[in-house]
């Protein structure tokens, strides 16, 4: 059996259009801070920063 590294796997996209805005939790940094020297990632966006919003 072998395997082919230049062969590119298909991407599939969703058809329905996706739109990001801020999130409203860390601010868009994809971070929060929870004391003076401890940051977190936020949970709400996973660290993007950004919340899709669906729309058909």
Known sequence: MSFSLTKK???????????RSSCQQCGGNGY?????NCYHTCLECLGTGL???FSK
């Open 32 to 36: 929060m801070k929870s004391t003076p």
């Open 51 to 53: 919340i899709p919003h």
């Open 9 to 19: 796997e298909k991407k599939v996209t969703p058809s329905i259009s996706v739109e």
